[in-house]
């Protein structure tokens, strides 16, 4: 079986336009139409990738990407969204979106965005077994998440790859634009505030003072780095 991306829109001249250049990908479709339907298609199918309008009927797309990253936090969410405004963006990333595009966007850049997001999955190593690390922060590469004092951090696929990365060159110091094109897997597209976000979301997540960090910190100016000591 393909992979298969549910698109969510309430557009039905979007949803029919991506569908059709998406399947000539090889990707299988599944659609829905508003927020309730994508819940239950999300739940019925497991897609490899979500494609998510803001703008939805009964539940907007906020709403659903939280009640989604409840169950599950590594499905790829790509939001999709008309408005400029820097607020519906952050907020989209804060509640566990990975990634975000504005309309009318390229189906060119569109797909990359997807294909990036999708072999990122495609490194995920199953793994349900009860073993638990424990001694402060433990990347565990087999469970695709973080533990702190053996208390799973609850990562999602993105902050993971962030951490993994960063933590596999100690004390170098990315720039914003590297770790957008090193872990989100794509070229600069003029946005770097998903980097600031994520990082902001990672802290909260491992350190136990994300105001003062011992893990990732920050090279004023620079960028970046992880600390291992």
Known sequence: MGKTVLIV????????ILSFNLK????????????EAALEQFKLHHPSLILLDVMLPLLDGFEVCRRIRIIDKLTPIIMLTAREEE???????????????????????????????????????ADDGDHKPEGGLVIDSERYDAFIDG???????????????????????????????????????????????????LREKIENDPSQPQHIMTKRGVGYYYDNE
Do not use: C, H
């Not at 000539?24 to 927020?35: L, N, Q, R, S, V």
């Not at 509640?95 to 990036?116: H, M, N, V």
């Open 24 to 35: 000539k990908e090889g990707f299988e479709i599944i659609t829905a139409y508003d927020g």
């Open 151 to 201: 208390r799973p951090a609850e990562l999602t696929q993105r902050e993971f790859e962030l951490l993994s990365f960063m933590a596999s060159s100690p004390r170098k110091v990315f720039s914003r634009e590297e770790l957008l094109t090193k872990v989100w897997m794509y070229d600069y597209f003029g946005d770097l505030r998903a980097v600031d976000v994520a990082i902001r979301r």
């Open 87 to 125: 607020t519906n963006k952050v907020l989209g990333l804060d509640i566990g979106a990975d990634d975000y595009i504005t309309k009318p966007f390229s189906l060119r850049e569109l797909q990359a965005r997807i294909k990036a997001n999708i072999r990122r999955m495609d490194v995920r190593t």
């Open 9 to 16: 829109d309430d557009e039905k001249n979007i949803v029919e």
